[in-house]
């Protein structure tokens, strides 16, 4: 896995967890842990009997980013992304939100750099006159696991569906779809044990993040293993970085 196949997986599981775990948290009323977003989204809207768009809009968060981190349909989910940001965006700047529109502008920005990964795929799409059409793409290649891809986005739907009405079932699914999307990344990577600590560290970040209720309930910091997996992603993830160029700054040597 090249320096770029590595950031670009980052941010696809990253754009994919925001999205995911956003969705989820509104369609169970704040029960499941996230970084963005109003978590009692629905409520709200339910005043102005907007209810219905609202679940919609939880849920397609919740299928799409599921699509992202499921690799194999990642660029599918990706451009789906794109008018969901660009509609968040322009919703928090037009209620003068502080500080928000910042971040949202922050995730378009690496929602099309994502995308730009994949240009050899959708500039046959924007450029119908090329003769190479380049497919298939680059996460095709390198997660080929078809089960792994399926089974995330699989139990991302029965998250949703059960969301509102059974959220043990919710949460297990919703925590085995994040199991299974870094072990599709995980398989990919088998060769360096430094990704998969990055792997490892940003799973338990959001695991944590997710179970934030349930720690609490047990009287367990979050911000425990919260911290410790962004330190453990955060150093192996320089450290895989110097170890890459050092490497190629030899063989030019």
């Known amino acids: 896995m090249h320096l770029k196949d590595f950031y670009c997986l980052l941010a696809r599981l990253f754009l994919g967890y925001v999205f995911f775990s956003s969705g989820l948290c509104k369609l169970a009323n704040g029960h499941f842990g996230q970084l963005i977003g109003p978590p009692f989204l629905i409520a709200e809207l339910e005043q102005y009997r907007l209810g219905g768009f609202a679940i919609f809009l939880a849920f397609s968060q919740v299928m799409t980013g599921a699509l992202v981190m499921s690799q194999r349909w990642s660029l599918l989910g990706l451009v789906m ?3 969901m940001n660009l509609c968040i965006l322009a919703a928090t700047i037009s209620m003068q939100w502080q500080g928000t529109p910042f971040v949202n502008g922050f995730l378009l920005i690496i929602n099309l750099l994502a995308l730009l990964y994949e240009w050899k ?7 119908p006159e090329t003769l190479e059409q380049g497919l298939p793409t680059r996460t095709q290649v390198l997660f080929s696991n078809f089960w792994l891809a399926l089974g995330i986005v699989a139990t991302a739907f029965v998250a949703a569906i059960f969301a509102r009405i059974a959220q043990p079932v919710m949460m297990v699914s919703g925590i085995v779809a994040l ?3 870094w072990a599709n990344a995980w398989h990919a990577s088998k ?3 430094l990704v998969q600590a990055v792997l490892a560290g940003s799973l338990l970040a959001v695991v944590s993040l997710a179970l934030t209720e349930q720690l609490t309930f047990l009287n367990i910091n979050v911000y425990i293993p919260l911290l410790a997996g962004i330190a453990i992603a955060t150093l192996a ?3 895989h ?3 890459v160029w050092i490497s190629s700054n030899k063989q030019m040597v």
């Open 81 to 83: 992304l794109v008018p």
């Open 121 to 127: 795929t959708l500039r046959f799409f924007l450029l």
């Open 179 to 181: 199991v299974l999307a």
């Open 191 to 193: 060769n360096s044990w």
């Open 237 to 239: 993830t320089i450290a």
């Open 241 to 243: 970085t110097l170890s």
